[in-house]
């Protein structure tokens, strides 16, 4: 066992700290978190390569389709949390943009009567549309108050359901169906897989650019105090336009990629009530306004919802259990799993320094601030009082993130 | 074509007379807990059919019923406002609200489509279809009553906000709870009685709504709820009175528009009004006009 | 000379209740003003009038030269006046550097108009400068961590690092020493009087009369919404109209029994 000190992370204090500054504001002591990060994209390496090859190992349908739909929600998810996520204003209404794309990419395969093959071109159309339309809803929408806004992108979702339902070119009760299938049968989810995972990374990717930049700075300063950043001179409209249409694109191009995937646009499923809940939660349970909890919280409750749903076959029954489900999540996790899981290492880290203190002749700490350990008491504040600044890139919750937490 | 539409006014104008009545308990609910209870419209529905089974199967009417289910009702809001709601905390409150609400709504729903089934039913009484003819209209008596109670009603819940004890604590809670504990208000009491309150009177508005509705089953919650959420919006959230104008005007425009266009397309109105609304007053029409962005 | 931030006559009711009246004040540049009066006479009202955050019923606001009457914040911000809060303001779940780096935005804005949005948040010059304010404020071992993390004090020594990353002419310190202990005092009395000596104007709102007649070289009173007198710290303490707008004229006391 090597006798490095562990890094109990937010309470070190003292120049020592002091080391080259990250993006995002983050500090990183030598060493001890060069170690953390490389474990981090370890991890993220590894969960990619597994990502990768599902579909190539197992090979049995229903998984793989379990898979697709996964993935589906996974950059569903990644998309409503870069803009509801990072401004803090919760939108219920991402299945207008989900919807909009999928009838966008299903009216113009059949316009053009696309043959197989090439009709993931279409994808960046769907989404364009999207987020096109996303431009009006969001000059109105923006300017209300949160809980406001909550409740008109719920509005919002019902007036396109409706339109759907009653305007003649998007074809009313029939919907718009897939004329053909595209390819094999034995494999026919893995193309559908794929483009799902390079959405999803793609925009997990965006998201943790965002968090990084300029731009996400702001948007994480008015979801604290958006008058006071609009006082700094902020351009908060402009600012959570622009995330708005970006989520409304990505999530147009994932229903669009649903269409050809389920061959079949109705009202009622395009535009699903269910689905924003379900994203919302997802984004809830692994941890609002994070990162990777979002994504966690798709990759947890997708399969378990595909599973629910096949177990309970009665339809009301595995309504009752999910929702059942929903509320346990609400009740004993409302900051979700990345931040509880951080809180819980950062806690597991102090006990075993405090451990090893106590042991006769303990480790010197070697390259830890002259001020020594942190007095017990005040090591679970910083860096783990809330979901908000998530660890950049982590897919996994440990936090080797050191951040200053010296409260006096 | 003007009789059709003065007829369509006034069935407008006591109709949503009965969505004021749900919206008003919705709205109260925001602005004591400052949360928006999604599950108020399978709320309704259960209210419905709690009527239901004391009309069909006790052969209790529909009216002297409300003696039972509004208690009833009123105990299951105070229940759902402290399993579920009193324990949330932090700084999402109010979307973490939303979706245990709305949870809670789908578990509602499961367990009435269980009971019920799918099928679609209705409550029914001699003055359900029968009624007087009144300058050349003919009204149900059930619009009557249902008008008349919604007025008592919601006279009742202003008596007990602005004249009793309690009604001023209520008050004071939704202008600053802080300052209301302060000062020795129980904050979590008046919470959950205000849900409760809010709650009950959905079982009122629910023994109407079934009667009107020409059939309801477990899904219908979910037109109910869009449409209370688009009324207390309009009306701006937190004001009682800015509810009931909004319940009138949007559910008269709607049976309007019903009679002079098309039935299909009445519902988009009821909501493109929402929004054009708000396009130009953010805050509602009787809203206040809050530090934005809370 | 043009002072450098002037009122002029500024009236403002909520209501009924008249929280302005006429107020008419002058800062000369270089110097750091105080503003005093008891609760409700208008201090913070002002505040949010000369910075946007209300509009005024009548008269106007003048920064130099510049009318800014109900300019909005934005603008007075970039204008150059900056301004803490009396319940400070800070963006809790950004980090203390992160703080800074935001209100930088200024920097930004009338710049190429194609700057990369996804740059990393604030550049080296940006981070360099956050730094220098952060170590004067005395903060700056903490520019890793989340701004709620901070103590009531730390918070209010980040507020006024970060409405000095603007460079501003003048800053508006509502309530500055208000909660804090001494020796926090004590410091921020220091910093104020050390950015003056480089040359920034400061308007103080203050309770704390050891502080303001320590530091301000000008203390105008402010009483039901009018700037009463206004003068150098040993004429104000002395003068009747201060005792009266604190404690009341002495016909108001008749009915009150005398102990």
């Known amino acids: 066992m090597n006798g490095e000190p562990v890094n109990v992370g937010p309470v070190i204090e003292g120049p020592a700290n002091e080391g080259p500054a990250q993006a995002g504001g983050a500090q990183l002591p030598a060493g001890r978190d060069r170690q953390a990060t490389v474990l981090r994209l370890g ?59 999928a009838y966008t990419v299903g009216l113009l395969t059949k316009q053009w009567k696309l043959p197989g093959g090439d009709i993931f071109a279409l994808l960046p159309l769907g989404g364009l549309v999207a987020a096109l339309v996303a431009v009006p809803l969001g000059l109105v929408a923006l300017r209300v108050r949160r809980h406001t806004f909550v409740v008109i992108t719920i509005a919002f979702f019902f007036i ?31 193309p559908f897989y794929y483009v799902g995972l390079i959405i999803a ?21 008015i979801r604290d105090d958006e008058d006071r950043a609009r006082g700094l001179g902020v351009r908060t409209m402009r600012t959570k336009l622009t995330a708005f249409v970006i989520s409304a694109g990505i999530t147009g191009m994932i229903g669009g990629l649903w269409w050809f995937f389920i061959g079949q646009a109705l009202p009622e499923t395009a535009f699903d009530p269910l689905f924003d809940l379900t994203v919302a939660l997802m984004a809830f349970l692994g941890g609002f306004g994070t990162l990777a909890g979002p994504v966690l919280g798709a990759l947890i409750l997708e399969p378990l919802q595909q ?102 | ?84 709601i009193r324990p949330l905390r932090g700084r999402e409150r109010t979307s973490m609200s939303l979706l245990a609400t709305y949870a809670v709504a789908i578990i509602i729903e499961g367990i009435l489509y269980i009971i019920f089934g799918s099928n679609y039913v209705n409550l029914n009484a001699s003055y359900v279809t029968e009624g007087p003819k009144i300058f050349g209209f003919y009204l149900d008596y059930i619009y009557i009553y249902g008008f008349l109670m919604a007025l008592l009603l919601v006279l009742a819940i202003y008596f007990t906000l602005y004249r009793t004890p309690f009604g001023r604590s209520v008050r004071a809670t939704m202008q600053d709870q802080t300052a209301a504990r302060i000062v020795g208000i129980s904050v979590n009491r008046v919470q959950a009685l205000t849900f409760g309150i809010g709650v009950a009177v959905t079982a009122a508005g629910g023994m109407v709504f079934g009667a009107t509705s020409g059939g309801f089953n477990p899904n219908t919650g979910y037109d109910l709820i869009s449409r209370l959420l688009a009324i207390i919006i309009l009306g701006g959230l937190g004001s009682i009175g800015g509810a009931m104008i909004a319940a009138i005007f949007m559910i008269t425009l709607e049976g309007v528009v019903d009679v002079v266009w098309s039935p299909s397309w009445s519902v988009v109105v009821f909501y493109g009004a929402l929004v054009l609304v708000l396009a130009f007053r953010p805050q509602g029409l009787l809203g206040r006009k809050a530090a934005r962005a809370q | 000379m043009t002072a450098l931030l002037r009122t002029d006559a500024v009236t403002k009711s909520f209501g009924g209740v008249q929280a302005l009246n006429g107020a008419t004040l002058e800062v000369e540049e270089g110097t750091i003003a105080g503003l005093i009066g008891p609760n409700g006479s208008g201090k ?40 803490t809060f009396q319940l400070t303001r800070v963006f809790s779940r950004l980090t203390v550097m992160e703080n800074m780096i935001v209100a930088a935005q200024h920097a930004d804005r009338g710049g190429r108009r194609l700057r990369n949005p996804l740059a990393r948040a604030g550049g080296p010059a940006t981070r360099q400068r956050a730094r220098e304010l952060l170590e004067f404020t005395g903060i700056d071992r903490h520019a890793g961590a989340l701004a709620e993390t901070l103590s009531y004090g730390q918070r209010k020594l980040l507020e006024l690092s970060y409405v000095l990353m603007a460079d501003p002419a003048i800053v508006l310190l509502d309530e500055p020493a208000g909660g804090v202990n001494l020796t926090l005092i004590t410091t921020i009395a220091d910093r104020i009087r050390e950015l003056n000596q480089r040359g920034t104007t400061f308007l103080i709102v203050e309770h704390n009369m050891d502080f303001v007649m320590g530091l301000c070289d000008q203390v105008t009173v402010l009483d039901y919404g009018t700037a009463v007198v206004s003068g150098p710290p040993d004429v104000i303490r002395t003068d009747p109209r201060v005792l009266d707008a604190y404690l009341g004229t002495a016909e108001d006391d008749d009915d009150i029994a005398v102990s």
Request: proline content about 5%.
């Open chain 1, 43 to 101: 991890c993220l390496a590894v969960l990619l390569v597994i990502a990768a090859i599902f579909p190539l190992v197992i090979t049995n349908a229903l998984y793989t389709q379990f898979a697709v739909d996964t993935m589906i929600y996974v950059g569903a998810v990644a998309a409503w949390n870069l803009f509801s996520g990072y401004t803090g204003y919760i939108s219920l209404g991402n299945a207008v943009f989900f919807g909009t794309g």
């Open chain 1, 201 to 221: 990374v793609a925009t997990i990717s965006l998201s943790w650019l965002i968090r990084n930049s300029r731009f996400g700075l702001q948007l994480l300063a």
């Open chain 3, 44 to 83: 913070t009202t002002l505040f949010n009038v000369i910075t946007g955050y209300e509009r005024v019923d009548a008269g106007d606001v003048y920064l130099g030269d510049q009318r800014i009457t109900n300019a909005p914040p934005d603008k007075v911000f970039l204008a150059g006046i900056g301004r």
């Open chain 1, 307 to 408: 599973w629910i749903g096949i177990t309970f076959t009665n339809g009301y029954t595995s309504d009752i259990v999910l929702g059942g489900l929903f509320l346990a999540v609400i009740l004993f996790m409302p900051r979700g799993l990345v931040p509880t899981g951080a809180e819980f290492v950062t806690k597991w880290r102090v006990a075993q320094a405090r451990r090893r203190e106590a042991a006769p002749g303990g480790s010197a700490p070697g390259g830890s601030a002259p001020g020594g350990s942190a007095p017990p008491g005040s090591p679970t504040l910083g860096r783990t009082g809330s979901p908000g600044a998530g660890t950049p890139g982590a897919s996994t919750p440990s936090t080797g993130t050191p951040s200053t937490g010296g409260v006096r």
């Open chain 1, 160 to 190: 396109f359901q409706l339109l759907a339902f009653n305007l003649s070119f998007t074809g009313g009760n029939q919907g718009v169906s897939s004329p053909f299938f595209l390819w094999s049968a034995a494999d026919y989810n893995n």
């Open chain 2, 1 to 84: 074509m003007g009789r059709e539409l003065s007829e369509a006014i006034v069935d407008g104008i006591l109709g949503g007379s009965v969505y004021a009545l749900m919206a008003v308990g919705l709205t109260l609910i925001f602005g004591v807990l400052d949360i928006i209870n999604i599950a108020q419209g399978i709320l309704v529905v259960l209210g419905a059919y709690l009527s239901y089974v004391l009309s069909v199967h006790l052969h209790i009417d529909l009216f002297a019923g409300l003696l039972v289910t509004v208690p009833a009702m009123f105990i299951i809001g105070v229940a759902i406002q402290w399993a579920f």
